[in-house]
């Protein structure tokens, strides 16, 4: 067993299989430990004639009903063990998928600063290992905790009744184990907790490898990462050596215990059996009852075992609990009123007034500094800078990724932070840098936004976004499935289709990140049109590093070094007033005729 805050619940939400689990367990327990040695050793002491009737009268007269008695209680035991099972086992399971359900949920919450702390593959572990072990402890670590506390006491007592002196030997092993089991078992949640972390930088580094394997070959660093990898996985065998040892231990330890006591019942009891009545006045034993203790000691044979995997147990569950506390427990930094309102019959007004914004873990180092323009609906804005000008930091704020001071952007004139977060995020559709896909079909991928995809939109933003020819072109066309990440499609592939994918959403601001850098001009102004054409009355955003993409925008803001605004006005308006933005086009142009050296 194992408790904690979020898993206490489990036991309340599960208690009738619990309560099933433990009912039949008494059934099994009573039926299968207690009463087979009884009718055992009446069967031999009456084949032996040391009943009150002879031999004869037994076999005829009692032999029979004893061993149909016997097959029932063994036909009620196997029933009853699958009930217990069903119990027990039925609460691990189900609370293993809540416990994953409820970490999915919580990691769909997390802001973007959790992740950039924590990697993808060290947060799978948690996920895989530390569930399952906390599921064992739920039901195969409470059973057995019920099943010693049942079946303990049940069998001394009737052990007692037989041999007193002869159960004094067996209670020593049990008090040894509970005192070693104490020490040894903080000693193993230490243990078991670097081998789950040695476990998660072994996951989280095999799956960066493999993510980035086109990389690993560009560079020829195979032999490096293998290299690498085997540094991390040999101390990851390290920590589970050092845990097994231990664990190991302590069990050969438990072992040496019981067997010793095993050892002295059987030199002890075949004493009382040779000497039927002792000098010091103790009943001395037939062969029937020394049988019967032989049998209930065998039976609790299972329960001594059981407590040194009940510390085993619980000291990994324990350790588990904790990680997996770490995330639950988690709290989104994100801010949300308790009044926000909902962002209804959004035009697409957007108004910075004097933003400024540094990055949680900055300190004093801002990404953005007091940055004010207005962006009126329908518009269509470019955004331009130098790399590391704080353009995508800009738009992410849009998106509410992060908080921001009160009454630095305001969305149809209400500050954004008035507003419920889903709601703005609703409204804004987004094309980031990386265009991630996900490994389904390219209709899904498309239709991310909807269960129920419509064929003839998913076609009709294909065809806007240039992409409709290519995806014709696949053998499956648009049930076409893509490889993890995309990786099945080219940049340019996946760039429109993560556009695609943008516009079936049909929000009422579209944000472009550099969206369109890994297409041919011609397939950038084809598209560029079609967007126009389309978009006429909502607000589309696009940040490009080429003039050719936004010259013809509406408005274009210019960012300067220290994300600074440098200037916001049309094309013409800029090239007169703009340095930074007259000298990028210059630069550009004389690219495009072949004309600059870059030095």
Known sequence: MVFGHNVNKYYLRYWYLYLLGILALIVVDYANSVIPPQIISKIIDGLNGELDVTREVFVNTQLNPLIIKLVVILAISFVCRALWRIGFFGVGFRAARDMRHELFAKSLTLSQSFYSDNKVGGLMSYYINDVQSVRESLGWGTMMVFDSIFLIPMVLYNMFKVNWLVTLLCLIPLILIAVLGGVVGMYMEKKYKARQDSFERLSDYTQESISGIRVVKAFVREAQELRDFQKINKNNEKVNIEYLKLSVLFNVLVEVLIWTVYFLIV???????????????????????????????????????????????????????????????????????????????????????????????????????????????????????????????????????????????????????????????????????????????????????????????????????????????????????LGERGVSVSGGQKQRISIARALYKDPKVLILDDSLSAVDTKTEADILKYLKEDRKGKTTILIAHRVSSIKDADKILVLGDNGTLSGFGTHEELIENNEIYKETYRLQKLDEIGGVSHE
């Open 267 to 481: 030199i002890f009891g075949s004493l009382f059996v040779l000497n039927k009545t002792s000098n010091d006045g103790l009943n001395g034993l037939t062969v029937g009852e020394l049988t019967a203790l032989v049998a209930y000691f065998d039976t609790l044979l299972w329960p001594m075992f059981a407590i040194g995997d009940i510390i085993n147990m619980h000291s990994r569950g324990t350790a588990s609990l904790k990680r997996l506390d770490f995330i639950l427990d988690q709290k989104s930094d994100l801010i949300e009123k308790e009044d926000a309102v909902e962002l209804k019959d959004f035009k697409g007004n957007i108004k910075f007034d004097h933003l400024s914004f540094k990055y949680p873990d900055s300190k004093d180092i801002y990404a953005l500094n007091d940055i004010s323009f207005e962006i009126k609906a329908g518009e269509f804005i470019g955004i331009i800078g130098r790399t590391g000008s704080s353009k995508t930091t800009l738009v992410n704020l849009l998106l509410r990724l992060y908080n921001i001071e009160p009454n630095e952007i305001f969305l149809d004139g209400i500050d954004i932070m008035d507003y419920k977060i889903k709601d703005v995020r609703e409204s804004i559709g987004y094309v980031p840098q990386d265009n991630f896909l996900y490994s389904a079909s390219i209709e899904s991928n498309i239709a991310f936004s909807t269960n129920d995809p419509d064929q003839d939109k998913v076609r009709k933003e294909a065809r806007i976004a240039g992409v409709d020819s290519d995806i014709m072109a696949f053998p499956k066309t648009y049930e076409t499935k």
